[in-house]
């Protein structure tokens, strides 16, 4: 894939980036040395290939930190809902918006 100058204005503008032409032409060539890389890693053959969660598990055993799946705050329903102009059965009240 191989974008143009054309390609490069239509993306500036969808960033709402102004560009010099001098910018421009240097942002074209970027761009295309990262398309030719991803074409690169594309053509490799990953079939039956596992993917890895952290790239050290390919060199090295590595052991997840996970931490204990536990609540560590209390229910504060009540002292939040407590400046809401409406609430009913825990729930806040709002205007219908759409008939």
């Known amino acids: ?34 398309f030719k890389i991803v074409d690169q890693m594309s053509a490799v053959d990953t079939a039956g290939i596992e993917p890895l969660y952290t790239p050290l598990s390919a060199i090295q055993q590595v052991q997840l930190r996970l931490r204990d799946d536990v609540v560590t705050e209390s229910n504060q329903r009540e002292l939040n809902q407590r400046s809401a102009p409406a609430v009913e059965d825990g729930l806040f009240l709002v205007p219908k918006v759409i008939e």
């Open 1 to 34: 894939m191989s974008l143009t100058p054309d390609d490069v204005s239509r993306i500036a503008n969808l960033a709402r980036l102004e560009l010099q032409p001098a910018e421009s032409a240097g942002l074209l060539g970027n761009l295309n040395d990262f």
